[in-house]
């Protein structure tokens, strides 16, 4: 999606809308901390951010001149990586974050990558630099390797370096923001009516459907009614970013409506009418087009599998917004072994209900990220044995649903090769117990395991390694190329020259 609104003669200098990317715990969050001098980083559970978060902040430039900036606080998470490609394309200007500890890593190349592909400008950040592990240099080095190119060091891009827990530097990383916000001299009528971007959508047992929006252009107000493809709502509950009311709200703003009649699509853009007639119009011709018979509908499942060996294991979502919502359903498809899968069958924002309870069905599982679940569907999930986990930390749902689909999976036993003993001598055969020496010529021969009785080509029996003995000591096990004596079972005769191929029964 392209973060441009169509703009005209009556444009005037606007607000910049930045992005802060970056690996987890590179800083990101802190570095908001700091400049708006709240607290959002230990309110998250794990320290790590789990929503994009859209924040608005005012300060006085080089010149005295106050002025505004809105900041886009992304999760670093990797199964995140949906809520940071959003948080792009939302935004005019980014600012990676990486750390001068740990230098490049998988997610800031993947920020990068986002950043990229919605071709806006950059500043880059190297954080810590107060730590005693702090290596700046080494920091541009990572960069340049990866094609990131900074002023003095080859290249074009502005950087500063910072100590977000101390503040050291963030003022020279403010003032780089503003002067490329005049360079890029990115503008807005405020005449117009409002348009811009759903960010996050949220559902709240007392209020609501509400959503997060960044205005790109234009002028919201109290009473106009808004779309977001098939989604309507009045504002009559309209926010701004501290959850003040408001009564209206302008080009680069974060706001926050309450009211819709439906959870809006995460990233869709919005528009602004003046009658509820002209907005019920148009969401009736989004929800009409979505439901057309040649739109794609999204896979709930991670792929399709035809074994009769295979097990599909139902699973319920319920989170607390659309982006994580998004985020963890792409985190599960990853989920799977060779002979089971999780199966997407509900996936919504809200409460754990009754209903939850019956799509799941017995044996499914539901899991639930910052929500509630309801007594009712608690009461009917016990009745039918079902499992409700709830979390805060998406890789600890993940990594209990792991558990879940390993403890659950279909068992196979299979015959693993071990070993090869090569039959030298008979020392003596009885009617099934035989004493042959011989030379372990690949893996390894252990007590109790079984074998095949290869003759040249053909296997023509089978038995059970019953003791071994290595320069007359009896042991457990003989390694390759030792030779032993071995007391075995088989009711076939063995003679010099058979292999004896050992293998063992293990579960898979």
């Known amino acids: 999606m392209s973060s441009a609104i169509s703009q005209n003669q009556k444009s005037v200098l606007r607000p910049p809308v930045v992005v802060v990317l970056g690996h987890i715990d590179h800083g990101k969050s802190k570095l908001l901390d700091y400049i708006r001098k709240t607290s959002v980083v230990e309110s998250e559970a794990g320290g790590i951010t789990q929503h994009l978060s859209a924040y608005e902040v005012e300060l006085k430039d080089s010149s005295n001149r106050q002025r505004k900036i809105t900041f886009l606080d992304t999760p670093g998470h990797e199964a995140f990586q949906a809520m940071r490609q959003r948080g792009a394309d939302v935004a005019d200007l980014a600012i990676l974050v990486v750390s001068a500890e740990e230098g490049v890593k998988t997610q800031t190349l993947e920020a990068q990558h986002a950043i990229n592909e919605a071709n806006i400008p950059f500043i880059v950040a190297i954080n810590k630099i107060d730590k005693p592990e702090a290596n700046v240099e080494k920091t541009k080095i990572g960069l340049a390797e990866h094609g990131i190119y900074l002023e003095g060091f080859g290249g074009q891009i502005p950087f500063a370096e910072i100590s977000a827990k101390a503040g050291t530097g963030v003022d020279h990383l403010l003032e780089l923001v503003l002067l490329v916000a005049e360079l890029e001299n990115w503008t807005g009528d405020a005449k117009k009516s409002a348009e811009g971007f759903v960010i996050e959508a949220h559902l709240d047992p007392q209020r609501g459907i509400s959503a997060t929006l960044v205005i790109k252009n234009g002028t919201l107000k109290k009473g106009d009614y808004i779309t977001a493809g098939g989604a309507c709502a009045s504002t009559r509950i309209l926010e701004n970013f501290r959850g003040e009311i408001i009564e209206k709200a302008t080009f680069s703003s974060p706001i926050h409506i309450v009211g819709w009649n439906k959870l809006p699509q995460i990233g869709a853009t919005f528009k602004t009418w003046f009658t509820k007639r002209e907005a019920e119009a148009y969401a009736n011709k989004a929800r009409a087009d979505e ?22 294991i139902p699973l319920v979502i319920k989170s607390d917004t659309g982006g994580t919502s998004e985020a963890l359903a792409l985190e599960i498809k990853k989920i ?104 372990i010529i690949t893996g390894l021969a252990k007590v109790g395991e079984n074998f095949y009785v290869r003759r040249r080509t053909e296997v023509i029996g089978e038995g059970l390694i019953l003791n071994l003995e290595k320069a007359k000591n009896k042991v457990g096990e003989v390694e390759a190329g030792v030779e032993c004596g071995a007391l075995v079972e088989s009711k076939t005769e063995i003679v010099a020259g058979d292999v004896l191929e050992i293998f063992r029964m293990i579960e898979k």
Not at 291 to 312: G, L, S, V, Y
Not at 345 to 365: F, M, N
Not at 397 to 413: A, F, M, S
């Open 336 to 439: 799977k072994t060779e002979n089971a899968a999780l199966k997407i069958v509900r996936q919504e924002v809200g409460a754990i209900s009754e209903t939850d309870v019956k799509a799941a069905g017995a044996g499914g599982l539901i899991v639930g990220f910052n929500v509630k679940t309801d007594s009712e569907a608690a009461a009917a999930a016990e009745q039918i044995g079902i499992s409700i986990k709830n979390f805060d930390i998406i890789y600890k749902l993940t990594e209990w649903l792991h558990e879940e689909l390993e403890r659950r999976r279909p068992r196979q036993t299979v015959e693993e090769m071990s070993g090869e003993f090569k039959i030298l001598k008979i020392f003596s055969q009885g009617h099934k117990r035989q004493i042959v020496g011989g030379k």
């Open 291 to 312: 439901t057309r018979p040649n739109n794609k509908k999204i896979a709930t499942t991670t792929e399709t599998a035809t074994e009769e060996n295979f097990t599909w």
